[in-house]
């Protein structure tokens, strides 16, 4: 999916991990890793196309929890508008979220969660927060960032 003329980006993050769901999970399978974006017209997951599970228990055998934690990362600062194409990216027209707002799981982390009707009506959930840490305090900031770009592009035409 191209980007509509005029579309500039406005916040962006790497490292982040989303889960389809409304609140992350307690563990990173079922998840994804990657960038996300806002830009003046959609909010955009760039996918690594995995979780990064794997890698961590490779690493993490072979160098044990604190290699894993160091050195079992996926790397996400290569992704660029070509990850749409890899499995667990997504794009949501700004016009299309519904509600949003930073949270605190059970545990204490805290995340973001972001409610979206797809193309058929059909309404959606997803959550994000870094990859290598519970105690995030930028939910706020992105919630914060969310909610000014729906008010000022949310009317906007997207193609």
């Given at each position: 999916?191209?980007?509509?003329?005029?579309?500039?980006?406005?916040?962006?993050?790497?490292?982040?991990?989303?889960?389809?769901?409304?609140?992350?999970?307690?563990?990173?399978?079922?998840?994804?890793?990657?960038?996300?974006?806002?830009?003046?017209?959609?909010?955009?997951?760039?996918?690594?196309?995995?979780?990064?599970?794997?890698?961590?228990?490779?690493?993490?055998?072979?160098?044990?929890?604190?290699g894993a934690l160091v050195f079992g990362?996926?790397?996400?600062?290569?992704?660029?508008?070509?990850?749409?194409?890899?499995?667990?990216s997504l794009t949501i027209p700004l016009?299309?979220?519904?509600?949003?707002?930073?949270?605190?799981?059970?545990?204490?982390?805290?995340?973001?969660?972001?409610?979206?009707?797809?193309?058929?009506?059909?309404?959606?959930?997803?959550?994000?927060?870094?990859?290598?840490?519970?105690?995030?305090?930028?939910?706020?900031?992105?919630?914060?960032?969310?909610?000014?770009?729906?008010?000022?592009?949310?009317?906007?035409?997207?193609?």
């Amino acid at each position: 999916m191209e980007a509509s003329a005029g579309e500039v980006v406005l916040y962006a993050q790497d490292g982040l991990q989303l889960w389809n769901e409304r609140r992350p999970g307690f563990s990173i399978f079922g998840s994804y890793v990657g960038r996300v974006l806002l830009t003046s017209a959609r909010f955009v997951f760039l996918s690594t196309g995995d979780s990064g599970a794997a890698r961590r228990m490779l690493v993490g055998g072979a160098l044990g929890p604190i290699g894993a934690l160091v050195f079992g990362q996926t790397p996400t600062d290569d992704l660029d508008e070509r990850a749409l194409a890899s499995e667990g990216s997504l794009t949501i027209p700004l016009g299309r979220i519904t509600d949003h707002g930073a949270q605190k799981r059970c545990d204490c982390a805290t995340y973001v969660s972001v409610q979206y009707t797809n193309e058929g009506d059909e309404v959606r959930e997803c959550s994000f927060m870094p990859k290598d840490s519970v105690a995030w305090s930028g939910a706020a900031v992105w919630a914060e960032h969310i909610e000014a770009a729906r008010k000022a592009f949310a009317g906007s035409a997207y193609r």
